[in-house]
C-alpha cells in the first residue's frame, strides 16, 4: 500500500522546483560564499544575497535584517538568549522574560535557560482557542520587561496568535517583541513592518525547501543588538559565525520566492482538503472534533479529537499514514501534548488527539483515502478497548 504523508508540520517535501535550483550549485558552486578574493566565491555570494532578498520580501523586511541561521531551533535560540544577554550586559535591569506555554520547545527551553543566568521567565497559560488573553498579557508587562516571544501560528493546532493587538501591548510596556513564525512564514500573510516585530525566526524545511536552514530577522530601525551565541569569523553581521551553506540558502530563497506567490492558493485547497476531511468523516460516522475549533487557524495544521479513541493506537493502526501525536519532536513520549494541555483540555482528551498536516502536495485522493483509512482505524481501536472494558 501507498504511504500517504501528512506531517508537513514536523517537515515538508522540498518543492521539485527549490532542488533544480539546488541540483547544479551542489555539484558545481562548491565556492565559500565568504570567499570574496576569486570569481567562484563571488557567484556563491551573489546567490546568497538573491536568496537573502526573496526572504526579505516574503516577510516585509529589507535583506540587511535577515540573519542566515541552522533553522529556526537555533534562530529561536539567537533571537531570545542574545537580546537578553546583551541588555543584561549593557546593564539594563529589566529581568523579566514572557512567552506563552503552547510555544515550541526551543523557545521554551531557551526562557528557561535564561533562568539561570537571572532572568525571570513568565510563562502565560491559554484559553480553550488556544489564544492568551490580553488582559493576562498586560498584566505580566506591568513588571519592567526585557523581552516577548509569541508564536504566530502554533505547530501544533494551527491557531493564529492576534500579534496585531499583542504586538501593541508589548510596545506599548517598551519590550523587545520577538515571533516564531515557522508555521507562519509562507502560509499566511506576514509583514514584520506592520506586525511592529523586533525579531522573528524562519525554518526552509516548513516551507517546502531544505533542512538545515533557516534565518532570524533582526529589525534594524529602531536597531535590535544582540548577543552572538557562536564566537567565530563574525559572519552575518557578527550574529553568526560559520560559513554559510550557500546552496541551502539558495534553496530557501526559492522556497520563499514560490511560497510569496503561492501560499493564498495553497491555503485555498488546504482548505477544500480539510472540509472533504471533515465530511469523509462525517458519512463514516466517525464522532470526532477539531481542537481550537472557534479560533482562527491555517488549513493545512488539523488537530482532530477522535472520540474514545486512544490518538497512540490509532496510529498504531494506520501504517500507511505518516501523522503525528502533535508535535514531532515529543512524539516518542507518550504524555499527552503539553499544547492541548495548555489551552485547558483534559490530559484524556489530548490523548484522543492528533495531528494532520496535509501540505502542497496532498491530493483528493490521499484525503478520501485518508478517512477511509482513518474511519476503519477507529472503528477497529474502539472494538478493542471496549472488548478489554468488558473483559
Ligand atoms: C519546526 C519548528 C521549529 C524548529 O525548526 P527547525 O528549523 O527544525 O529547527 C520551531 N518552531 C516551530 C513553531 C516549528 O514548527
Not at 212 to 237: D, I, T
Not at 283 to 300: C, K, M, W, Y
Request: proline share 5%; with cysteine; glycine share 8%.
Amino acid at each position: 500500500m501507498q504511504e500517504i504523508y501528512l506531517d508537513n508540520a514536523a517537515s515538508t517535501p522540498c518543492d521539485a522546483r527549490v532542488m533544480a535550483v539546488m541540483a547544479p550549485l551542489f555539484a558545481e558552486e562548491y565556492a565559500n560564499p565568504h570567499s570574496g578574493t576569486h570569481a567562484p566565491g563571488q557567484r556563491a555570494a551573489e546567490a546568497v544575497q538573491t536568496a537573502r532578498a526573496e526572504i526579505a520580501a516574503l516577510i516585509g523586511a529589507d535583506p540587511r535584517e535577515i540573519i542566515f541561521t541552522s533553522g529556526a531551533t537555533e534562530a529561536n535560540n539567537l533571537a531570545i538568549k542574545g537580546a537578553a544577554r546583551f541588555r543584561a550586559r549593557q546593564g539594563d535591569g529589566r529581568k523579566r522574560i514572557i512567552t506563552l506555554a503552547t510555544e515550541h520547545k526551543c523557545v521554551l527551553e531557551s526562557v528557561r535557560d535564561l533562568a539561570l543566568e537571572g532572568f525571570e521567565p513568565i510563562i502565560l497559560g491559554l484559553d480553550r482557542n488556544g489564544h492568551v488573553d490580553p488582559d493576562r498579557l498586560r498584566e505580566a508587562l506591568s513588571v519592567p520587561t526585557a523581552l516577548v516571544s509569541i508564536m504566530a501560528v502554533n505547530n501544533e493546532t494551527g491557531i493564529l496568535q492576534d500579534l496585531s493587538v499583542l504586538s501593541g501591548l508589548v510596545k506599548e510596556a517598551g519590550a523587545l517583541l520577538h515571533s516564531d513564525l515557522a508555521q507562519a512564514a509562507g502560509k499566511t500573510g506576514i509583514d514584520v513592518k506592520t506586525l511592529n516585530l523586533d525579531l522573528a525566526s524562519l525554518s526552509a524545511h516548513k516551507m517546502y525547501g531544505p533542512k538545515g536552514v533557516g534565518a532570524l530577522f533582526v529589525r534594524r530601525r529602531p536597531r535590535v543588538r544582540l548577543e552572538p551565541l557562536f564566537s567565530g569569523g563574525g559572519q552575518e553581521r557578527g550574529l553568526r559565525s560559520g560559513t554559510l551553506p550557500s546552496t541551502l540558502v539558495a534553496g530557501f530563497g526559492e522556497a520563499a520566492r514560490i511560497a510569496r506567490k503561492e501560499w493564498s492558493a495553497d491555503n485555498d485547497r488546504l482548505a477544500g482538503l480539510a472540509a472533504e476531511l471533515f465530511h469523509g468523516l462525517g458519512t463514516r460516522q466517525v464522532a470526532f472534533s477539531i481542537n481550537g475549533e472557534d479560533a482562527r487557524r491555517l488549513p493545512g495544521i488539523i488537530s482532530l479529537r477522535l472520540h474514545d479513541a486512544p490518538a497512540m493506537k490509532v496510529i498504531e493502526a494506520l501504517p500507511h499514514l505518516a501523522l503525528s501525536i502533535g508535535s514531532a519532536c515529543s512524539s516518542a513520549d507518550l504524555t499527552p501534548s503539553y499544547v492541548l494541555t495548555a489551552m485547558g483540555m483534559e490530559p484524556s482528551e489530548a490523548a484522543e488527539s492528533l495531528r494532520l498536516s496535509p501540505g502542497r502536495f496532498t491530493t483528493p485522493a490521499d484525503i478520501a483515502r485518508t478517512a477511509d483509512l482513518l474511519a476503519g482505524a477507529v472503528q477497529k481501536v474502539r472494538a478493542s478497548t471496549f472488548a478489554q472494558k468488558t473483559d
